[in-house]
């Protein structure tokens, strides 16, 4: 398996690998309206595109044989300033893999490279959030010393997620 950072060329992968990927764990937990909007919003091909060219962000991707099989974001910002413990906070979002080949080590790949990124840019806390219905999700997060320190919540169209916050120290 090959860990790289994403370029321009591969928002197209990127934006169906994360709609498949949300669709295939959370789709059924929506509307097709709010589902549908948000999947355009939030996995588009033009949000990924920005995402991939801002110098605030690291998007990682995991590949073999030119496949993607997973990826994650890195956002070299606190994504939620009042629950930092850390002065130099950054955030991990979307670790996803493809719902095809989940369980064959790809998130911990991803994970441990993240967390190296995180030590290379001087991160002090990662923070990420994690649907509080996703018990192996929270989990896994634990396994690499994440811990509950908020509730928060998310929103998809008009419904709202009761969500965890994750953070680890450094």
């Keep these: 398996m090959n860990l790289r950072f994403a370029a321009p060329a591969d928002a197209a992968a990127l934006a169906d690998l994360g709609t498949r990927s949300f669709v295939a764990k959370f789709g059924y937990m929506y509307t097709p309206e709010d589902l549908r909007n948000f999947l ?22 995991a590949e073999k044989e030119g496949r993607l099989l997973g990826f994650c974001k890195l956002v070299l910002a606190c994504g939620w300033p009042e629950h930092a413990r850390g002065q130099a906070v950054i955030e991990l979002k979307q670790l996803y893999t493809d719902p095809e080949t989940t369980g064959r080590g790809i998130g911990s790949a991803l994970m441990d490279r993240a967390m190296e990124i995180a030590r290379e840019q001087a991160a002090d806390e990662v923070q990420l959030s994690v649907w509080s219905g996703n018990e192996g999700a929270q989990k896994f997060y634990a396994r690499y010393g994440f811990g509950k320190v908020a509730d928060i919540y998310f929103m998809v169209g008009d419904q709202r997620d009761d969500e965890f916050l994750y953070a680890r120290m450094m």
């Design 40 to 61: 355009a919003e939030s996995h588009g091909e033009e949000k990924v595109a920005k995402e991939i060219a801002d110098p605030t962000m690291r998007v990682l991707l």
